[in-house]
């Protein structure tokens, strides 16, 4: 696998462990979407899904 790939699936990776990380934060937050480690860690989330997406462009 050549170093893109290696990259790509490292950051498939951290989308996955950050989007499982954040619904389990949202159900110990009561649903609360307000909540500030919740908005925190959906910015991350953002952050990554738009490196991904720059990278398949």
């Not at 462990?17 to 480690?37: G, M, P, S, V």
């Amino acid at each position: 696998m050549d170093k893109y790939n290696n990259k790509l699936k490292s950051l498939l990776d951290q989308i996955e462990q950050t989007r499982f990380a954040l619904n389990e934060l949202i159900k110990h937050k009561e649903e609360n979407l307000l909540d500030q480690e919740v908005i925190e860690l959906s910015q991350l989330l953002d952050k990554l899904l738009s490196k991904y997406d720059s990278m398949q462009k």
